[in-house]
């Protein structure tokens, strides 16, 4: 039949296949690089398409088997037709020529620029594809399964399950890849904002609580003048009160109540005591996300961190974790300090209280944070001694010269990246 056809219903037969054979080629790699979260975000719109190529993608297995099959026949069947087309046109010679002409065009018009243009719009070619594929892979049913059958046959004798559903889970690693090549379709604020959430996990509130030594408070211990003093002078909502020592926190005053403890002779002690909150105590090592939420559920805005002695380590506020989230809120009573001063030469005049992390962020440093928390802490910990002149030490890549001793604590720092300097 096909040596009786013409040449010219020849030529439309064979360009009808390459046709077919694009078809295959782009409906293939389309499926296959469907987004696969956008697709569960179009289903749950009840997009058309994405219903159609979900059913299909539901047995990827099937669905390569019929595209394979169909593929596969239009190309033994343009391969046949090329040769008839060459041996009219050139003789025996004509299968060479058949061969070398119809693989150019194949590759060309039926594989590269088709499986380009679907792996570049994957929507715009699975969804329509969708509607010849279903009811194809019905009709194609017994034959695809036939296959199928003896394929995972093989699959099994080699260890794989072709019905074993890959994992589509998103490991926070991926979901912070994914947050930051967001680009522009989401605000580079709010991605900030998600990468700091997912971090959550990855700190505790060692990292970010103000350390006993640096905490603010009432000691009862002091003159009622002291006492006014401390309160007047505050630049926070709550503040912790204790006796003689911050290891004996009695209770956490909240700046609301400074009407009930004023009275016309001044401060009335009872009435303070009277209006404190109960502290609430949380153990050292508690992780952001963990503690955020046990802020929410127990109604507190302050707790005091402790250690396994029960030795008060340092205070964290609510504020302070949400600080992580969103960044530095500005206080209207009183300008945060910094503690990184930035020099001409490049250099770093840093506080010794500055936190390992805090350095880190800001500078986009490396120093290492799974020892001690403060600039202090690490350098005493590298030096194994406490120094009795200021001296210099190199940690990782960065240079650090101390620059003022205040008994036992590092005071001030310079530091600098070497690498910088190279």
Same mark, same amino acid.
Not at 353 to 360: G, L
């Given at each position: ?9 020849l ?32 289903? &749950?719109?009840?997009?058309? !398409?994405?219903? #159609?190529?979900s059913?299909?993608?539901?047995? @990827? ?6 595209? *394979? ?15 008839v ?14 061969t ?21 719009? /994957?929507?715009k ?7 010849? *594929? ?7 049913? /017994? ?6 059958? +003896? ?20 490991s ?7 947050v930051?090549?967001?680009? &522009? ?7 900030n ?17 103000? @350390?006993?030594?640096e ?11 002291e006492?006014? #003093? ?5 630049s ?11 290891? =004996? ?6 700046? #609301? ?8 002779q ?18 050292? !090592?508690? @992780?952001?996300?963990? &503690? ?38 500005? $206080?209207?009573?009183a ?30 440093? =490396?120093?290492p ?18 120094? =009795? ?23 001030? +720092?310079?530091?600098? $990246?070497? $690498?910088?300097?190279?």
């Amino acid at each position: 039949m096909i040596n009786e056809a013409s040449m010219a219903t020849l030529f439309a037969i064979l360009a009808a296949l390459v046709f077919l054979s694009a078809f295959f080629s782009s409906s293939e790699t389309s499926m296959m690089s469907l987004n696969r979260y956008r697709l569960k975000h179009l289903l &749950q719109n009840k997009h058309r !398409g994405a219903q #159609r190529a979900s059913k299909l993608l539901e047995r @990827p297995d099937r669905l390569i088997g019929l595209i *394979l099959i169909g593929n596969n026949l239009v190309n033994i069947l343009a391969s046949a037709i090329a040769t008839v087309i060459a041996i009219r046109l050139w003789g025996t010679a004509g299968i060479l020529i058949a061969t070398i002409a119809l693989t150019l065009v194949i590759l060309i018009f039926a594989e590269i620029t088709p499986k380009t243009i679907a792996a570049l719009h /994957p929507e715009k070619v699975a969804f329509p594809a969708s509607w010849i *594929l279903l009811p194809l892979l019905k009709i194609m049913y /017994p034959v695809v399964w036939l296959v199928n059958k +003896v394929t995972n046959s093989l699959l099994h004798l080699l260890g794989f399950d072709p019905k074993k559903q890959t994992d589509e889970n998103v490991s926070s690693e991926e979901l912070r890849t994914i947050v930051t090549e967001a680009g &522009q379709l989401i605000p580079a604020r709010h991605r900030n904002m998600l990468l700091n959430i997912l971090d959550l996990e990855e700190v505790t509130i060692d990292d970010i609580m103000v @350390p006993r030594n640096e905490a603010y408070g009432i000691d009862l211990d002091d003159s009622d003048q002291e006492i006014l #003093r401390t309160i007047q002078n505050s630049s926070h909502t709550r503040l912790p009160v204790w006796r003689e020592d911050i290891n =004996d926190i009695i209770g956490v005053l909240h700046m #609301r109540c400074m009407s009930r403890i004023l009275n016309t002779q001044g401060l009335d002690r009872a009435a303070l005591e009277r209006e404190m909150d109960k502290p609430y105590f949380i153990p050292e !090592g508690t @992780p952001l996300h963990t &503690q955020l939420l046990k802020f929410q559920q127990k109604k507190h805005r302050l707790a005091v961190v402790v250690d396994e002695y029960g030795e008060v380590m340092g205070l964290v506020a609510l504020e302070d974790i949400l600080e992580e989230i969103v960044g530095e809120f500005t $206080s209207n009573l009183a300008e945060a300090v910094d503690n990184i001063y930035s020099q001409r030469d490049g250099s770093f005049i840093i506080n010794g209280s500055a936190t390992i992390r805090e350095i880190n962020k800001s500078l986009q440093w =490396d120093l290492p944070t799974d020892g001690p928390k403060t600039l202090s802490g690490l350098i005493l910990e590298h030096l194994e001694a406490f120094p =009795d002149a200021k001296v210099g030490l190199s940690i990782g890549k960065h240079r650090l010269e101390i620059l003022e001793l205040e008994g036992n604590v590092v005071q001030a +720092v310079r530091a600098r $990246s070497i $690498s910088r300097e190279t």
